[in-house]
Every structure is written in structure tokens, then in C-alpha cells.
């Protein structure tokens, strides 16, 4: 009997008075499968993984993490289940070094820190205060402490926002690492190079609906394109700048 896979969200629903956020989605992760959301804002896509993370309930549906409810099993949920969230909310007086030994307190067998500062080349910045880095080092800190646990499942959004080329491209490979781990992998991005360098397969939302799912390639060769680029405009009708 194969296994159940990692993520599994079926026909959930949000809403917010009488704005429908998230319409009937469902979709599934397996086990060490990168998977991108991709959409223009106001698409979903934050909202739905939100509710993956446990951080919103759906009004309609059901979502499995490893087999656990965000809602009712959130406590082991947090042991496997790592989260990178736009916008982080961080003691803006501690350090790099005291919010990185603060998550890893959470966990009976963190990363060193060391290693997390190794991973997302925060070590030069490891007595800085939150509230004195850049927005790029904010973001690669919060990637650090989603890793903090050793989590088999990763939420990352907006992963490379605020980062420069250079510094996208080394966030890239550390993702490549955790493919190679074996952990599974949640992408939202609107940079269509991040999603065919790091995602077996994509999911298109739009009004808060599943538009399309398969392989990078897959879409583009079904939007009769030539480009990923050029398949999310043929399937959403916006240009990329929307989904910035």
C-alpha cells in the first residue's frame, strides 16, 4: 500500500464576510515533492497556505500535514512542519544569534546554529539586531528559523523577495540541499525562473481557485507557449507584474 502523501487538501474554503478567498482548492503533496503556488495577488495563495500551516481554519474542507490537523494536532504539527512566512514578525531587539537559539529551544534536536547561519550566510550578521537588517536578511533569517527543527515539511513564501541575484541564486541552492534531505517543499512565488529551477510541479490559482496543476513543462506545453512566463499570462490573463 503506497503512503499517504505528505500534504493533503481537499475542496477547502474561505471566506471573509462576502469575499470568497479560497474556493473548493484541493491539491496534494508527496513525500520530497517541490511544489509552487503560484498566482497573482489576491489569488489564494497566501490564504491557503495559512490554513495548510494551521494558522487559519477553512470554513469547508480538510487539510493533512503528515497525516496531522493543523488545527487539532498543532503541537505536533510544529516537529515537522517548518513555516517562512511575507512577512516576518520578529523581536525587533534580539539578535540574529538570540532569535536563532530561541526557535531552536522549540525542538528536541535543532540545527546547531552554526549550520543555520551557515545555510542562509548570516554569520557576519549574527550580532546584529532583527530591527537593523535589511529586508533581504530579515527574510533569510526567517528561513533559518523555519529550518531551526529539522522540519520534513517546508512552507515558504515569497522565499527570494527582497533578495539580490547573487544572494537568490545561494537561497536557491540551499533549497536544492533540502530536496536532497528528502523534505517536502510548499513555494509560493510570482519569479517563474525560481519555479522551474526548484519545482516539480506548480499549481496555478486564480479568484481563489485551482486554474491548473502539472509539471512546469506541462503547463507551458498546454498553454501552447514557449516560456513559463509567457503560460501565466496565456492561463490568467494578467501580466506578471500583477502577481508582484
Not at 464576510?17 to 503533496?29: C, E, I, Q
Not at 470554513?59 to 511575507?86: E, K, N, S
Not at 545555510?119 to 549574527?126: K, S, T
Request: glycine share 8%; hydrophobic share 40%; charged share 25%.
Amino acid at each position: 500500500m503506497s503512503r499517504a502523501p505528505a500534504v493533503e487538501v481537499e475542496h477547502v474554503a474561505k471566506r471573509y464576510g462576502n469575499t470568497v478567498a479560497v474556493d473548493d482548492v484541493s491539491l496534494s503533496v508527496q513525500h520530497g515533492e517541490t511544489l509552487g503556488i503560484l498566482g497573482i495577488n489576491g489569488a489564494g495563495k497566501s490564504t491557503t497556505v495559512e490554513m495548510i500551516a494551521g494558522l487559519r481554519s477553512p470554513d469547508d474542507g480538510h487539510v493533512r500535514v503528515l497525516g496531522l490537523d493543523p488545527r487539532r494536532d498543532r503541537a505536533a504539527l510544529r516537529q515537522v512542519l517548518g513555516v517562512q512566512l511575507q512577512d516576518a514578525q520578529l523581536h525587533g531587539a534580539l539578535t540574529v544569534t538570540e532569535l536563532i537559539r530561541l526557535y531552536r529551544s522549540f525542538y528536541p534536536d535543532p540545527r546547531s546554529t552554526q549550520e543555520l547561519l551557515d545555510l542562509v550566510e548570516l554569520g557576519h550578521q549574527r550580532h546584529t539586531r532583527f530591527e537593523r537588517l535589511s529586508g533581504g536578511q530579515q527574510q533569510r533569517l526567517s528561513v533559518a528559523l523555519a529550518l531551526a527543527g529539522r522540519p520534513r515539511v517546508v512552507i515558504l513564501d515569497e522565499l527570494t523577495t527582497g533578495l539580490d541575484p547573487a544572494a537568490r541564486r545561494r537561497m536557491w541552492r540551499t533549497l536544492e540541499h533540502l530536496r536532497e534531505d528528502g523534505v517536502t517543499i510548499l513555494l509560493v512565488s510570482h519569479t517563474m525562473e525560481e519555479v522551474e529551477q526548484l519545482c516539480d510541479r506548480i499549481v496555478l490559482l486564480e479568484a481563489g481557485c485551482v486554474l491548473t496543476t502539472d509539471s512546469p513543462a506541462e503547463v507551458v506545453a498546454r498553454a501552447g507557449t514557449s516560456t513559463l512566463d509567457e503560460a501565466f499570462v496565456q492561463l490568467t490573463g494578467h501580466d506578471l507584474e500583477v502577481a508582484e
